[in-house]
């Protein structure tokens, strides 16, 4: 166990986040012995619920992820549920006078409490301020994990950093981002650094362009109310996608844990001028011919003329003397025609391989080398390389080096733990590497705002793709004037 005596509560419980993510995560940590014995986890919301009515909406969540009744019987009794206003400093206070009597039981002398907030970001500074008035008083630590969004531009950022801050100090807050837990993402940082055939080749010198890429076969989903005020920029790309490009871009960390790694990072981003809205092209969904995705526009909550983008490709540039003119292309879509998220690395033409090697008129030329981590679904790294086609001709042809988690791992990957379990873990071990500091989202806002800002006052029309397509072909076109090649 990491700690004697622990209390959990989840803010927000009866939230769709804290059944799928929170607790199922919290129940992995369990059924593993990473919580202590005396551990109580309190939910707590504004709707009337009794313990047993909570736990009997949690078994379903838990038994999706264990057969095992006995372990999730055990756990669900270590989980309660109160119900309250989100300020209402008289109500988690009696919250935290019965925790203090539960810790009491164990005799243990220190007793640690984490908060979940699986609520909207409109309420971290009241929930804080009822929290650390009424429950920190304790004879342990106190940490806060705070979901995103975290601001939705650079102004809003920093009033709520602002008004945070005064009630949360830095080290106490843990900004999720759960990309940074996600196995393939933390792959990023022993592949580059713990083999030496990467380094050499890791910057402008041999990589010609960087597509990170993000797809989903599936729409809004009746999310759309929420989805509509951020747009598929802010919901994965200024954070989640930014996250995967600075632990693909970062100097190496002299250590794993600590500020070393968010010290690196921050430097990347501070790199990237704001992206330019020439730049950037955006993306909305129709329904497909068939009709089984509606449109966007069609999903609850989603106003007829929503301009809000569900497909975004745009363009970077680190200005760095590693990553100097290498652009780092993004993009991100919802309703596209495959679930997959991947960094891919072009590398440049091999020196000197168009007279050896010249285009035998069958329609194929040297194709270029890439590294692809597939990020998901089926993690895996894959090189792309120039073989000798088998036979009495001998063509170059395409072939991979495949290492996929798969037949690498095949006991470990149907068993990989989700990001969130990941992340909790390292909160309770007091681990803030793999969470948000507050000069990183700062740094990620500024690089977004303005294009933000222009996509907001209506500058940049959403061309229309169908459900389950690649999305809007001028991606292509964009891609390749900004180097990419596709192989021939
Ligand atoms: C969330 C976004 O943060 O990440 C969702 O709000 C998105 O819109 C999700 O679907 C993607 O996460 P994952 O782990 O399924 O790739």
């Given amino acids: 166990y990491l700690c004697d005596t622990l209390s959990v509560v989840v803010i927000g419980a009866s939230g769709d986040l804290a059944k799928k993510k929170t607790y199922p ?6 059924r593993s012995s990473y919580l202590p014995e005396h ?3 309190v939910g707590y919301a504004r709707s009337q619920k009794t313990d047993k009515d909570f736990r009997a909406t949690l078994r379903d969540y838990l038994a999706a992820k264990c057969d095992d009744d006995e372990v999730i019987d055990a756990f669900l ?25 539960m810790e009491q039981v164990s005799g243990h002398e220190v007793a640690n409490r984490l908060f979940y907030f699986a609520i909207p970001p409109s309420l971290f500074t009241k929930v804080a301020g009822a929290l650390k008035a009424a429950a920190t008083n304790h004879n342990g630590w106190s940490r806060f994990i705070v979901e995103k969004p975290f601001g939705s531009d650079l102004e809003s950022f920093e009033t709520l950093h602002e008004s945070l801050s005064d009630m949360l100090e830095e080290k106490e807050t843990y900004r999720i981002d759960h990309y940074i837990g996600k196995e393939a993402v933390q792959n990023l940082l022993v592949m580059r650094f713990a083999n030496s055939i990467f380094e050499p080749l890791w910057n402008r010198n041999h990589i010609a362009s960087v597509v990170i890429s993000f797809k989903e076969d599936f729409g809004t989903k009746g999310r759309g109310g929420y989805f509509d005020k951020s747009g598929i920029i802010r919901d994965v790309m200024q954070n989640h996608l930014m996250q995967v490009l600075t632990m693909f871009a970062m100097e190496a960390p ?22 330019r809205i020439e730049d950037c092209i955006t993306g909305q969904y129709i329904s497909d011919d068939e009709g089984i995705e509606q449109a966007y526009i069609d999903d609850d909550g989603v106003p007829d003329d929503s301009k809000t983008p569900t497909f975004a490709a745009l363009v970077m540039y680190i200005n760095n003397p590693r990553w100097d003119g290498v652009p780092f292309i993004m993009r991100a879509g919802k ?35 890439e590294l692809v981590m597939r990020l998901q679904p089926n993690e895996a790294v894959y090189m792309k390389m120039n073989i000798k086609s088998p036979g009495l001709a001998g063509d170059p042809v395409m072939s991979e080096l495949d290492l996929s988690y798969k037949t690498r791992f095949p006991d470990k990957f149907s068993d990989l733990p989700d990001a969130y379990t990941r992340l909790m873990l390292q909160v309770l071990r007091g681990d803030s590497s793999a969470f948000v500091r507050d000069d990183e989202l700062r740094e990620a806002w500024k690089i977004f705002t303005p294009l933000l800002h222009a996509i907001d006052d209506g500058k940049i029309e959403p061309i229309k793709y169908k459900a389950f397509s690649r999305g809007p072909a001028e991606f292509d076109e964009m891609a390749e004037r900004h180097g990419y090649v596709y192989s021939g």
């Fill in 25 to 30: 995560s919290l129940f992995a940590l369990f």
């Fill in 39 to 41: 551990v109580q986890i």
């Fill in 77 to 101: 009794k270590k989980c309660f549920y109160r119900s309250g206003g989100y300020d209402d400093e008289t109500a988690i206070e009696k919250v935290a006078m019965e925790m203090a009597g």
């Fill in 254 to 275: 002299a250590r794993q844990s600590g500020d070393y790694i968010r010290n690196e990072k921050v430097k990347v981003l501070q790199a990237i001028p704001p992206i």
């Fill in 335 to 369: 309703a596209l025609n495959e679930r997959k998220s991947e960094v891919r690395i072009q590398f440049k033409r091999a020196p000197g391989s168009s007279l050896l090697f010249p285009d035998t008129g069958n329609g194929s030329t040297l194709s270029r080398n």
